[in-house]
Each structure stands twice: as structure tokens, then as C-alpha cells.
């Protein structure tokens, strides 16, 4: 980047030699230099997301930006590399850092709250004047922003969420069970009779998964907290595998898996044998994921299942996901002029820009309607879905964008295709979703403390819940495990989220 810039300078020199007119104004801007390097990563190859929007804003701004691309695959083992290797990119856009980056190179980024002004970027300055949890969630543990937020269109309220085979029920005459009991039930019909059909009665999988979703009867859903188990409740941190819900629900679990029901190899299958059984939908009754479609061939077989009915009288579904993400464009000490760059950025933040970034830009994923809603187009390529296709045309989760409440009423989805799939089979779930547990940010300090306590913490907290869900034990190992958490130190551990939570709602 250093060379490229040398060479700007030269080349700008030289220009008013050539060029006696060109106007004052635009010889300043061109002498600080208007060309940028972001750090940008991709789930695949491919250049179809710059086309429209992304193209039009930058040549609109008058800059350049020279996108230095890596492979999610790739990226990994470059990040370290980059962040330490002496010639910083100006920026990194969304999904290339998390938290715990910023927090081990806080030298190489600068805060950003003297560009987010009315004048600078009035869209973003705009949303988080009108938007709570849109600051709440870009602000640090010092009060300043170092990175930008968005809040995503199109997303459900519920993301991952609970499968039946349906053919298995039908093929057995059963009711879709409504309560936990009824569901227990059908499981173990599917486990003692030969629910597929195929003559054997001992090859089908009840249920399988990821264990921590199959803890909902409970109240215990997966979160998209980064420390995993974490819950809350009226704003209070809380330690799942601590209370006593997580401990009737392995004695729940270990029974079904006493049973033959969950998946004898819940355990110790990768997520490679898992997906493989997904994939064959004569194999599992019960599972989870973001939409029936990936079990493969079969697809059609599996139904969403409703929010079934706990034994304390509520339903609950898996919460995790949220429209509001953090970190999605950081700009660091090699910046020359990041008030050019923030500017361009702030395009990114209205409606227009949200729906383009998110689903394809107009003429290519949407249209603009003229009652002001959009339109989602099907994809080129009939054999891939509108939401894979989104990620090939758009920046899809990450980068800057905002849209505002409700703000899906006015998108025209595609029914059975995609987020209007997505949308539709979570539609019956939402009433039973709870607010999502805060996106906390940390001070540098809390940050590595807490992933050092975790560490310890959530590999005991793991082994003993394969253990017990496997050899039981849970009710005479209670009281010791909860001393040997104690002794790792779980105080300190919930006492960092706590201020972090109360520093979130102090915002
Ligand atoms: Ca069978």
C-alpha cells in the first residue's frame, strides 16, 4: 500500500504541470490522497457483490478502493499476519474482526466518533440518535466507537429452530405433537416402531443435533452471546448449566439417551457425520437447523415443528440471532483521511442502500417499487436459492447498513424461496421468542480474562454434560461440579458480563 501511495504522490505532482486549470478545490483533495485499501472477506470467489450499488457510491465519491479479498477458508491464518505485518490496510470491512481483535491491536484502530457527525455521516448519525440498541451495540467499554454497527433487513426473529419428519409421523398415523410429553412420545414411537418403512425397525435416529438446542423445554435456548450457555433475565446475567433447569434437563436427556432415542453418538460425532445424517432424511426424526432444505435429497419430508409446550406451562424456541451486529467496518492508523471514507461509508446506512447490500443491488436482486417497497427478484441460476444467491451479489451479513423497525413489511419477499421461506416458517415461533442476550462489548483487560476463565469453564461445563447425558450422575455430582465451577473461578467470570451488561443499559 505504502508503494501504491508513493506512486499517487508522483503521479499528483505532475498533474498541475499538465492541468493549469484544474480547480483549487480539487487539487487538494486529490494531493491527501483518496484511495483506500479495505480488508474485505467472502464465503466464496467471486466479484458479483461491488456490481451496482457498491461500484455506483464509490465513483459517486470520487475514490478509490482497492478491496483486498480473502477466503473465509484462508483468512484464519492470514488474519494475525495482517494485523501485525507493518502495512495496515485503511480499513476492515465486516465479518474480518471480532471483538477479541480489536481488544489485542487497540493501537492499530482509531476511534471514530469525530467522523459520526451530521455533517460527515448524517445516516448514521441520524440512526443512533433515533436508535438505542444501534448505539448500545457500537459503543465500547470506554464510551467511544471504534467500529460501526448495522441492523440487517430481511432477518427472522427466530434463526435456527426444530425439524420433524413428517413422512415418519404420517407413516405411523401420529398426531404433530403440541406439548413436550406428546413430543417424548412420538420420539419413542419413532424409535420403537419402523417409522421410515424400509422394514427394519432398529435404523432410525429420533432426534439429533446440536445438543444445547435440544435443552429448549427448559427455557434453556442456545444464545448468539460469544461466551456460549450465557442466558439473562430482567437484566441480569445468568449461567445456564448453573441453575436447576439445566439440571432437570440433563436428567431429561440422559433418559432419552438411556432410551436409544438421542443419538448414541450425540457426543462424539463431528459436524461432518451429522450433516451426512441431515442430509439423509430417512435417518433422523427430530433436528435442527436454519431451514429443512439442507437435509438433502429428501427434502420436503421435514416440517417445521411448532414452540412446543413445556412441562411449566411455556413454550420456548432458540434465540440466536439478532438484525443488530457490531464490528462491521473499523478504520485503522494508516487512514490518511478517513472523513472521505467515512462519508462514502455513510451512504451505506440509508434504505435504499440496507435492501441493495443485503439482498443484490437493484436490476440484479431487487427493484425499488414506486410505492417506496422493494422487490426480490429470483435468482438467474433456478437450482440456487435466493438467500445463497444473496451472499454472491451482495455483502449479505456484514458491512455497514440500517433500516428501521418493521422495516421487513415493506420488502416483497419470495415465498417459497429463501428469507421469504425463512420468514415463513418462523412466523408461528415468534410470539414464543425472547429478547435476544446483548451483543457486550468488553474493556481489553475483561476481554482477556474472560476468554482465559471460559476456557477452563466452559470445557468442564462440557465434559460433564456428555458425561452425565451419557453415564448419568448429574443429581450426586451436583453439588461438587458447582464447587469446582466456583473454584474456576465463575464469580469473576459472570461479575466482567454483569458491568458489561450494565454498561450496555446505561447507554
Ligand atoms: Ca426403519
Known amino acids: 500500500m505504502k508503494k501504491k501511495l508513493r506512486i499517487l504522490v508522483v503521479f499528483f505532482v505532475a498533474i498541475p504541470l ?49 478491496w483486498d479479498t480473502y477466503l473465509y477458508s484462508d483468512w484464519g491464518d492470514k488474519k494475525a499476519v495482517v494485523l501485525s505485518g507493518g502495512e495496515l490496510p485503511d480499513a476492515f470491512w465486516g465479518g474480518s474482526l471480532v471483538d ?79 406439548t413436550y410429553q406428546e413430543l417424548e412420545d412420538v420420539l419413542r414411537e419413532f424409535k420403537n416402531k419402523d417409522a421410515d418403512g424400509d422394514g427394519d425397525s432398529e435404523n432410525e435416529i429420533p432426534l439429533s443435533g446440536i445438543i444445547y438446542r435440544m435443552f429448549l423445554p427448559w427455557g434453556l435456548a442456545e444464545t448468539t452471546s460469544t461466551i456460549k450457555y450465557m442466558s439473562w433475565d430482567d437484566k441480569k446475567v445468568v449461567y445456564s448449566p448453573v ?26 460425532q463431528d459436524n461432518t457425520i451429522l450433516g451426512a445424517k441431515k442430509m439423509d ?40 440471532v439478532d438484525d ?20 462514502w461509508i455513510d451512504k451505506f446506512y440509508t434504505d435504499d442502500a440496507s435492501v441493495q447490500n443485503f439482498f443484490g443491488s437493484f436490476g440484479i436482486g431487487t427493484t425499488k417499487n414506486d410505492d417506496g417497497t422493494y422487490q426480490l427478484l429470483k435468482p ?23 433500516v428501521g423497525d418493521n422495516f421487513n413489511e415493506k420488502i416483497h419477499m419470495l415465498d417459497d424461496d429463501g428469507d421469504g421461506f425463512k420468514l415463513k416458517i418462523t412466523k408461528d415461533l415468534e410470539p414464543f421468542a425472547k429478547p435476544i442476550y446483548p451483543s457486550l462489548a468488553f474493556t481489553t483487560e475483561e ?42 473461578g465463575l464469580e469473576e467470570f459472570l461479575t466482567i458480563q454483569q458491568d458489561a451488561m450494565d454498561r450496555y443499559f446505561e447507554k
Not at 417445521?304 to 411449566?312: T, V
Open 243 to 268: 441453575t436447576e433447569n439445566y439440571k432437570v434437563a440433563i436428567e431429561h436427556l440422559a433418559k432419552l439417551y438411556k432410551e436409544g432415542i438421542l443419538d448414541q453418538e450425540f457426543f462424539t
Open 380 to 402: 438467474k441460476d433456478p437450482a440456487t436459492v435466493q438467500d445463497e444467491n444473496s451472499w454472491h451479489i451482495s455483502f449479505r451479513d456484514y458491512g455497514p447498513k440500517y
Open 100 to 178: 477479541s481483535d480489536l481488544a489485542q491491536n487497540s493501537e492499530a484502530f482509531i476511534s471514530l466518533d469525530e467522523y459520526i457527525t451530521p455533517e460527515i455521516m448524517p445516516n448514521l448519525s441520524k440512526a443512533l440518535a433515533e436508535d438505542e440498541k444501534l448505539k448500545a451495540v457500537a459503543t465500547s467499554a470506554d464510551g467511544k466507537i471504534y467500529s460501526l454497527p448495522a441492523r440487517v433487513p430481511g432477518r427472522s426473529v427466530v434463526g435456527n429452530q426444530l425439524f420433524i419428519n413428517h413422512k415418519w409421523l404420517d407413516n405411523l398415523g401420529l398426531d404433530m405433537p403440541k
Open 447 to 488: 476481554q482477556v480474562r474472560l476468554s482465559s476463565l471460559n476456557t477452563d469453564i466452559q470445557s468442564f461445563v462440557e465434559e460433564k454434560m456428555g458425561e452425565w447425558v451419557t453415564n448419568g450422575g448429574v443429581d450426586d455430582e451436583w453439588d461438587s461440579y458447582l464447587a469446582q465451577l466456583d473454584k474456576m
Open 281 to 320: 432424511a430417512s435417518q433422523i426424526g427430530v433436528t435442527d437447523g436454519w431451514v429443512p432444505g439442507p437435509y438433502g435429497t429428501e427434502e420436503g419430508e421435514y416440517v417445521a415443528l411448532p414452540a412446543i409446550e413445556s412441562p411449566d406451562g411455556n413454550a420456548y424456541v432458540i434465540q440466536d
Open 18 to 66: 499538465l492541468v493549469a486549470c484544474s480547480s483549487a478545490k480539487e487539487k487538494t483533495s486529490k494531493k491527501k490522497g483518496d484511495s483506500y485499501t479495505i480488508v474485505n472477506t467472502r464465503p466464496w470467489a467471486g466479484e458479483g457483490y461491488k456490481k451496482g450499488f457498491v461500484e455506483n457510491s464509490i465513483k459517486d465519491s470520487k475514490i478509490k478502493i482497492n
Open 324 to 343: 443488530y451486529i457490531r464490528n462491521q467496518f473499523f478504520v485503522t492508523t494508516a487512514c490518511k483521511e478517513p472523513k472521505k471514507l467515512l462519508s
